[in-house]
C-alpha cells in the first residue's frame, strides 16, 4: 500500500535521528572536559610528582578543600630514592580551608596557625619522589568528592624557587553510590562516563628547549629537568610499577627524532642524562626549541618539567595531555 | 486495528523515540578552559619586557614565548599583542599605580592602560605538522628567522611544507606590560577554525607556554606558566565575532569562578629543617584579564571582580575591585593604596589574616548580554635577607553551568 506523506516524513524523521545518534553522541563527549585529569579543577585524587628535600632543595605543599564539607584526605609520600618506599598519613580539612606543610618540617600542632588538620610527618633528608593524597571517608575509603587543589612550591638553600600545580584526578561522584574501595580503577574519560577516577592520557605534551641552549634572555646554559610517575601504584604490596617510555621528539624544522628509556618508581633526571642518548640536546636538534610527544606501551605516565639558566632560575611547569589510555591503570591503597 | 493504522503507529514511535533520543545525546556538557591542553585560542595573561624594573621588582626583564602546533596538519594563528602599559598624563612615562608619584610627580597621574581604547598589534603566522617556535618578546620574530621560511635559506621542512609570511613583530614599546592572544585559524583563509586533531575531538591544536626570566649579569631568576586554551566545540561559522560560551558557542566558556592557593602576602615561611632554617617573606601578584575581547573598536570590555578569601581558621572575607581591560596587582593592594601603605590592614596581608595560607575565590559580576568572565594567572615573590626570586602557576577554575551562561565575544577587526 502506498504510505501517505506524513507517513513518509516520519519514518524519515525517526530514520535520520536514529542514524544521527552516534554523531550526536561524539558532538556531546567532545565538548566535555569535565571526566579528564587536569591541573586547575578540584578533585579527588591529587599527585604532586617532584617532592625534594635532600639538603639543598625543600618543597611547600599547600592543599585546599574548594568544598563546602569537610573532607579527609590520606596522604601518602612514595620515596623513589628508596625502592618506592611510601609513608602515609591523614588529615581533615573544614570546608574552604587551606593548609600548608614544608616537606622537612612536616607540620605539628601550632595553636596560632589555622585550625589544625592533624599531624605531617616531615619526610627524611635525601628523600626524592611523589606525594599523592586521596579524599577518602571517615574509614579511609576513597570518596569521590572532587574537593581538593594543590600546588608545590619547590625551594632551594639561596631562596630559589620554582612553582607548580597537582595534578588532579576527577572522581565520578554517580559511583560513590555504589560504594568504594581502595582498589582505584582510573578509566573516567568522555567516552566512558561510569568509569570512576580520570583515566590517564595516552600522551604527554611536552613543549621544551633544546638542552644546552643559550637562553635568549639571561645568555645562561639552559636545562631542562623531566619528572615522570607511572599512573598505577600498588601501596598496598609495595610493588613499584615500571614503564617503558617513548619520546616522539620534533624540532623546529620538522625532523624526528625518537628515544625510548624504562625506568620504575619515579623519574628525574635532566634532558642530557645518557638514557636520553642525547637526542634532546642542542647538538643533535640544532634547533632552540623542540615538541616531544611522550607515550608509554605499558600504562599512564604522568609528569612535570622543571627549567634552570645556569643551575637556577628554576622554572617548573606542568606538561599538556592527549587522549586517554585503552587500558585503565589502578593505585591500590593500603588496607585501613 | 487495520495495518494502516498500524503502520501509522510504529512510524510516530520511531520518529519520537528518534527525536527524543537525538535532542538527549546531543545535550552538550562544556567544560572550562584549561592550561594542561591544547585550544583552538591560546592567551598569555602576562608578557612583561622591563629592562629597568619600572614596572615591577625585578630589572632585567623579558618574556620568552613559546608556541606549537600539536596537530599532524599545517595550522595558521592570528594573533594580537595587546598592550596595557599604562602612562603618566604629564610626561608619557610607563607607570604603574604604585610608582605614580615617583614616575609622574605631582603634576601627572598615572592613567591606566585601555584608557580609552585597548591597543594592539596583530600577526599572522604559519606552523608545520607538530612545529614548535620561540621567540623573545622584546624582539619578535621576523620572517627570515622562521625555521620553514622560503626566505630563511636553511634545510627547510619535509614536504615542501612552509612557513609561509609568517612574522612576529616585537612587542609595542619599551618597558611594556599586555597579553598576547592567538586565535587558530584555515592556513588558507586565515578564517577562525575548529581544531584538526582527531586524537584530541578537534578542540584545537595551539599550546604555549611563557617564562618571564629576569636577568642582571649572574642573578637570574625565571618563572614560567602554561598559555590557557579555549577549546573548540567542534562549530565554527568562520565569521569574525568568536562565541565563548552561552548560546551557539564556537568555544568553550570562561570559567565562573577563579580559585586560587595563595600565601597571604608577607607571610613567613620557613623552610630547611636543620641549620640554617631558611625564612621567606611570600607576597603574590595576581594579574587579570577579561575573556571578552573588542579588536574591532577597541573598546574596553571591563567587569567588577568578588573577592572572598579564607584563611586557615576558615574565616571568611571579603572585597571587590574593578577590571577595566587588565588588572596586575599585588593581593595587598587589591583593598588598600596601590604601594607598601596600608598593606598591613588588607585582608590579603599574613598581618590580619594570622595564617601563611589562603583560599581565594574571585568572581566576576556578569552583565547584561556577556558574563564578563576572566583568566588570570599568580606569581609569587620569595625574599629572603639577600634575595628575591620568583615562581608562577596557572589558576584554578570552578567549573561554570553554561546552561544559561550569556558567554563571552572576542571581536576581530574586519581585514579587507
Same mark, same amino acid.
Given at each position: ?12 524523521? #525517526? ?83 587551606? =593548609? ?7 607540620? /605539628? ?58 595534578? &588532579? ?26 568509569? =570512576? ?23 645562561? &646554559? ?37 628515544? #625510548?628509556?624504562?625506568? &620504575? ?24 626549541? /623542540?615538541? &616531544? ?44 | ?34 592550561? +594542561? ?24 626583564? +623579558? ?16 594573533? !594580537? ?54 621567540? %623573545? ?69 595551539? %599550546? ?118 587588565? %588588572? ?42 556577556? +558574563? ?8 609569587? !615573590? ?35
Amino acid at each position: 500500500m502506498r504510505m501517505v506523506k506524513p507517513v513518509r516524513m516520519l519514518w524519515a524523521l #525517526g530514520i535520520a535521528a536514529v542514524g544521527l545518534l552516534p554523531l550526536a553522541g561524539a558532538a556531546s563527549a567532545q565538548s566535555t572536559y569535565a571526566t579528564d585529569l587536569s591541573t586547575e579543577r578540584g578533585g579527588s585524587i591529587l599527585v604532586f610528582p617532584k617532592v625534594i628535600w635532600d639538603g639543598t632543595r625543600d618543597t611547600v605543599i599547600k592543599i585546599s578543600n574548594t568544598s563546602n564539607s569537610m573532607v579527609h584526605v590520606h596522604c601518602f609520600y612514595v620515596n623513589g630514592a628508596q625502592q618506592c618506599n611510601e609513608t602515609d598519613f591523614d588529615f581533615w580539612l573544614t570546608r574552604q580551608q587551606p =593548609t600548608i606543610w614544608v616537606a622537612s618540617l612536616g607540620r /605539628a600542632y601550632l595553636p596560632d596557625a589555622g585550625l589544625f588538620p592533624g599531624l605531617i610527618p616531615p619526610v627524611p633528608q635525601g628523600f626524592e619522589g611523589e606525594l599523592k593524597c586521596v579524599q577518602v571517608d571517615e574509614a579511609l575509603i576513597p570518596l569521590r568528592g572532587n574537593a581538593l587543589t594543590g600546588q608545590a612550591n619547590l625551594v632551594d638553600d639561596i631562596g630559589d624557587v620554582s612553582q607548580y600545580n597537582a595534578l &588532579s584526578f576527577q572522581g565520578n561522584p554517580d559511583m560513590n553510590a555504589i560504594g568504594g574501595d581502595t582498589n582505584m580503577t582510573l578509566d573516567l574519560t568522555p567516552f566512558n562516563q561510569g568509569g =570512576t577516577y580520570s583515566a590517564c592520557p595516552a600522551v604527554l605534551l611536552f613543549d621544551h628547549f633544546a638542552e644546552g641552549v643559550t637562553d635568549m634572555v639571561a645568555d645562561a &646554559s639552559l636545562s631542562t629537568e623531566l619528572t615522570l610517575v607511572p599512573c598505577s601504584e600498588d601501596l598496598e604490596n609495595q610493588i613499584p610499577s615500571s614503564r617503558t617510555v617513548n619520546f616522539d621528539i620534533i624540532n623546529e624544522f620538522e625532523n624526528h627524532f625518537s628515544v #625510548g628509556l624504562t625506568f &620504575s618508581c619515579w623519574f628525574n633526571e635532566p634532558l642530557n642524562d645518557r638514557r636520553f642518548g642525547g637526542a634532546l640536546g642542542i647538538s643533535a636538534l640544532l634547533t632552540q626549541s /623542540a615538541y &616531544s610527544r611522550i607515550t608509554s606501551s605499558n600504562g599512564g605516565v604522568i609528569g612535570l618539567a622543571e627549567e634552570f639558566r645556569d643551575g637556577t632560575g628554576a622554572a617548573a611547569f606542568n606538561l599538556e595531555t592527549e587522549g586517554y589510555q585503552a587500558a585503565p591503570d589502578r593505585i591500590v591503597l593500603p588496607q585501613p | 486495528m487495520s495495518t494502516m493504522t498500524a503502520n501509522v503507529r510504529r512510524t510516530m514511535l520511531l520518529g519520537a523515540v528518534g527525536v527524543l533520543a537525538l535532542a538527549g545525546a546531543a545535550t552538550v556538557v562544556r567544560a572550562d578552559v584549561a592550561s +594542561d591542553k591544547p585550544g583552538a585560542i591560546l592567551i598569555f595573561p602576562k608578557v612583561v619586557v622591563d629592562p629597568s624594573g619600572v614596572l615591577g621588582p625585578l630589572p632585567g626583564t +623579558d618574556t620568552e614565548l613559546q608556541l606549537v602546533n600539536t596537530s599532524n596538519s599545517v595550522v595558521g594563528a592570528k594573533c !594580537f599583542i595587546v598592550n596595557q602599559t599604562a602612562h603618566c598624563s604629564n610626561n608619557g612615562l610607563a607607570c604603574t599605580a604604585a610608582n605614580a608619584a615617583e614616575r609622574c610627580g605631582s603634576t601627572g597621574a598615572c592613567v591606566p592602560p585601555c584608557s580609552p581604547n585597548v591597543a594592539e598589534n596583530d600577526f599572522s603566522i604559519t606552523l608545520t605538522k607538530r612545529q614548535p617556535i620561540s621567540w %623573545k618578546a622584546s624582539e619578535g620574530l621576523p620572517n627570515s628567522q622562521f625555521p620553514c621560511s622560503l626566505n630563511a635559506g636553511g634545510p627547510g621542512c619535509p614536504g615542501g611544507q612552509s612557513n609561509g609570511t609568517s612574522s612576529i613583530p616585537g612587542v609595542q614599546e619599551v618597558p611594556f606590560i599586555g597579553e598576547i592572544k592567538c586565535v587558530q585559524v584555515d592556513a588558507a583563509s586565515f578564517a577562525p577554525s575548529t581544531g584538526l586533531n582527531p586524537d584530541n575531538n578537534f578542540v584545537g591544536d595551539l %599550546k604555549g607556554e611563557a617564562t618571564i626570566v629576569s636577568a642582571v649579569t649572574d642573578d637570574i631568576d625565571a618563572r614560567k606558566y602554561n598559555a590557557i586554551g579555549l577549546q573548540s566545540t567542534g562549530f565554527n561559522n568562520g565569521d569574525l565575532t568568536l562565541q565563548l560560551g552561552g548560546p551557539d558557542a564556537e568555544y568553550n566558556g570562561c570559567p565562573k569562578v577563579i580559585t586560587l592557593n595563595n600565601y597571604f602576602d608577607d607571610a613567613p615561611v620557613t623552610t630547611h629543617r636543620g641549620a640554617p632554617p631558611l625564612t621567606h617573606v611570600v607576597r603574590t601578584d595576581l594579574t587579570v584579564i577579561p575573556c571578552s575581547e573588542d579588536f574591532a573598536t577597541q573598546r574596553p570590555r571591563g567587569t567588577t571582580l568578588q573577592f572572598l578569601a579564607f584563611n586557615e581558621f576558615e574565616q571568611r572575607f571579603s572585597t571587590s575591585i574593578g577590571l577595566s581591560c587588565f %588588572k596586575e596587582v599585588t593581593l595587598s593592594d587589591i583593598d588598600s593604596r596601590p604601594g607598601p601603605i596600608g598593606d598591613a590592614q588588607s585582608i590579603f596581608n599574613f598581618a590580619v589574616q594570622g595564617t601563611l595560607t589562603g583560599q581565594t575565590r574571585i568572581r566576576p559580576v556578569a552583565s547584561t548580554g556577556s +558574563d564578563r568572565r576572566v583568566l588570570a594567572i599568580t606569581e609569587e !615573590f620569595w625574599t629572603t635577607d639577600s634575595t628575591t626570586r620568583s615562581s608562577a602557576a596557572n589558576t584554578f577554575f570552578v567549573p561554570s553551568s553554561n546552561g544559561s551562561d550569556a558567554g563571552d565575544q572576542i571581536l576581530l577587526p574586519f581585514e579587507p
